[in-house]
């Protein structure tokens, strides 16, 4: 089963954009730059506050709008020659242009999705297949906010943070140590199954040097080992001073 | 002729894609094309006169009986899950698919901002948007295009019925 998690956030860098216009009210064909570029980046901020996924294509758009802004700081280059070519366009225009398609498909978009679409609003005979009568229960959206989801976002990377710390404590672990552990559990006990061996930590690494250690031992001959069948348990003695 | 337009109602509740003009002229050998045409529309009438549950719809190149949409909450009851809709994502790519057809990837993602492999998997995943060829540039990029599918799903009868961008850009303004 999986669930289809929305966020209201924005579809790209140019619907960003369209949104600051819209906020501000501003004429779309005379954007004041250093206004918008400041909100865009503030956004971008935020966005990453939240920990985000920031796509790459925010970040050309930000460095889009700086250049921009640094090119309407420059005074206009000179007529040569009379005037021979209007190369001084305003910088704007290829980026007005490009938000004014976006604009357009993005409303076509919405009218698409108005329509009266097949199997939400309109049906016809065989598909989609009806629902088993055990499944027919009522499945209802998951409703969370972003902070709801990022909250969770972040309690899984702490978790993961404590991952890492075990690897830490990986190098606390030697060989030696854990023989010397074994042979004072044995000297106790007399004789003990693999499993008890492992007590309470079972991590892959002590595994393996449980493994190691009782291999060791055995070449040593300082323990033994028997198994009563197949898949049974392992049990360990300590060779006794004889 | 009532017999023919029982045999036509016949045959379109027998088919599970819309049924083309063409396709009945073969099973009808007798009537020619605005014959057949007259005929759906007797028949159409007849549904609506009816006040049934369901209607006669010309819809992406041929015709099909759809249930009424404001039934649509008592269907969707019978049928399994929720209804899949598309995101705002997926929906634009496909606006930009289905205007500017046939069309390559980066100009999608040129006009949406993002790159929209993604999205596009997707559609080509729903039977939406196909690959329609490629064009005749460096690296022949792969031309899309949308499918019948795409007409059915959003009902539409072709693609001359979508509402042209620049009719967009006037409301804007």
Known sequence: MSYEIKLDVFEGPLDLLLYLIRKNEIDIYNIPIALITRQYLEYLDLMKALNLDLAGEYLVLAATLLHIKSRLLLPAPEQEDGGAEDETGDPRAELVQQLLEYQAFKEAALQLDRRTLLDRDVFKRGAPPEAPPEERGEETPIEADIFTLVEAFQRMLAQLDQADLMEIDLERISLADRINEIMDCLALKRDMTFAELMDEQITRQRIVYTFLAVLELMKLRMIRVYQAASFAAIRIFIVGEE | ?173
Do not use: N
Request: glycine fraction near 10%.
């Open chain 2, 1 to 173: 002729m009532e017999e023919d337009l029982a045999i036509l109602d016949a045959l379109i509740f027998s088919s599970e894609t819309p049924l083309t003009v063409e396709r009945m002229r073969e099973i009808l050998p007798q009537y020619d094309r605005q014959g057949i045409l007259g005929l759906l529309k007797t028949l159409a009438e007849h549904h609506e006169a009816r006040g049934g549950g369901f209607g006669l719809c010309e819809i992406a190149g041929g015709w099909q009986f759809y249930s009424r949409p404001d039934l649509a909450p008592w269907v969707r009851k019978l049928k399994a899950g929720r209804p899949q809709m598309l995101s705002p994502a997926a929906l634009e790519t496909l606006a930009v698919v289905a205007y500017r057809q046939p069309v390559v990837k980066a100009d999608i993602d040129r006009v949406r901002g993002v790159d929209v492999g993604g999205t596009l998997k997707g559609l080509l995943e729903k039977h939406l948007v196909r690959m329609v060829g490629r064009k005749d540039v460096p690296g022949r990029p792969i031309l899309y295009g949308t499918t019948k599918r795409f007409l059915e799903v959003f009902q539409l009868k072709d693609l001359t019925e979508l509402p042209t961008l620049t009719e967009l850009k006037d409301i804007q303004s």
